[in-house]
């Protein structure tokens, strides 16, 4: 009798647990959509399955804690993908991206952010619906800003032919042998040239962002934005490249 009673409460048990449990990745899509607030800027992070953290969440944090500074034209930020479903980060971060550019009518972008992603220096490069998609979004665009191997995207778009531009580090090679038309520089931590910003990423991803928001906001709103992520701010101190 001990038994069977024992069998019983498994059962129960088991059944509880289906009943409460969570959806896989492939199964769940986004059910909330992102608030637009009129009046904005609307700022748009293209992200895919290997996106690099911390090129996809430094710009991200900067541009988001402008809601906080009043007086200013704030910032709506929002990841675009080619899916509603999960998005796994290369460091396994998962998250649902707000939009999915193949079918849903998004918000004009006014600044566009390409961060790092696993196979920018390969397979996402033969992603024709991708490149034309950051083509489009970049037309009316007022910066386009990508961080580290982001900027294999936008030269792989045509975006970069007529402007300087640089990349992670490691990868700058590999960037002039694949783009050998392009105006490549080093050691500096991003290059500004038109409406193109092309950074190393990693954590010197903070700094175009900050840099953005001077352009936009002037230095005080900056360095105010900056000391809320415990950063010094001082543009005048930071090698960075304006064409």
């Known amino acids: 009798?001990?038994?069977?009673?024992?069998?019983?409460?498994?059962?129960?048990?088991?059944?509880?647990?289906?009943?409460?449990?969570i959806?896989?990745?492939?199964?769940?899509?986004?059910?909330?959509?992102?608030?637009?607030?009129?009046?904005r800027y609307n700022v748009a992070f293209l992200v895919m399955d290997g996106v690099?953290?911390?090129?996809?969440?430094?710009?991200?944090?900067i541009f988001q804690h402008t809601i906080f500074r009043e007086g200013i034209k704030a910032m709506n930020v929002f990841s675009v993908a080619n899916t509603r479903k999960h998005?796994?980060?290369?460091?396994?971060?998962?998250?649902?991206?707000?939009?999915?550019y193949l079918t849903d009518s998004l918000p004009s972008i006014d600044i566009l952010v390409v961060p790092s992603a696993e196979h920018h220096l390969d397979t996402d490069l033969e992603d024709t619906a991708m490149i034309?998609?950051?083509?489009?979004?970049?037309?009316?665009?007022?910066?386009?800003?990508?961080?580290?191997?982001?900027?294999?995207?936008?030269?792989?778009?045509?975006?970069?032919?007529?402007?300087?531009?640089t990349t992670f580090p490691?990868?700058?090679?590999?960037?002039?042998?694949?783009?050998p038309h392009l105006d490549v520089y080093e050691d500096v931590y991003f290059v500004h040239d038109g409406k193109f910003i092309t950074s190393q990423g990693g954590v010197?991803?903070?700094?175009?962002?900050?840099?953005?928001?001077?352009?936009?906001?002037?230095?005080?709103?900056?360095?105010?934005?900056?000391?809320?992520?415990?950063?010094?701010?001082?543009?005048?101190?930071?090698?960075y490249l304006k064409k």
Not at 23 to 39: D, K
Not at 52 to 58: D, G, L
Not at 87 to 100: A, Q, S, V
Not at 170 to 179: G, I, Q, R
């Open 52 to 61: 690099y953290n911390t090129e996809f969440t430094a710009p991200f944090d």
């Open 132 to 165: 034309d998609w950051v083509q489009k979004a970049s037309e009316d665009a007022i910066f386009v800003m990508s961080h580290c191997d982001g900027a294999f995207v936008l030269a792989k778009a045509g975006l970069l032919d007529s402007s300087a531009s």
């Open 87 to 100: 998005i796994t980060t290369f460091e396994g971060l998962k998250f649902l991206p707000d939009f999915n």
């Open 204 to 239: 010197r991803s903070f700094e175009p962002s900050l840099y953005v928001c001077e352009l936009l906001y002037g230095k005080e709103i900056a360095k105010r934005l900056a000391k809320g992520l415990v950063i010094d701010w001082e543009l005048d101190k930071i090698p």
């Open 1 to 21: 009798m001990k038994n069977f009673t024992l069998s019983i409460v498994v059962i129960l048990l088991l059944l509880s647990c289906e009943r409460k449990r």
């Open 23 to 39: 959806p896989e990745a492939s199964e769940a899509e986004s059910l909330q959509e992102v608030e637009i607030v009129e009046g």
């Open 170 to 179: 490691s990868d700058v090679d590999a960037y002039k042998k694949m783009f």
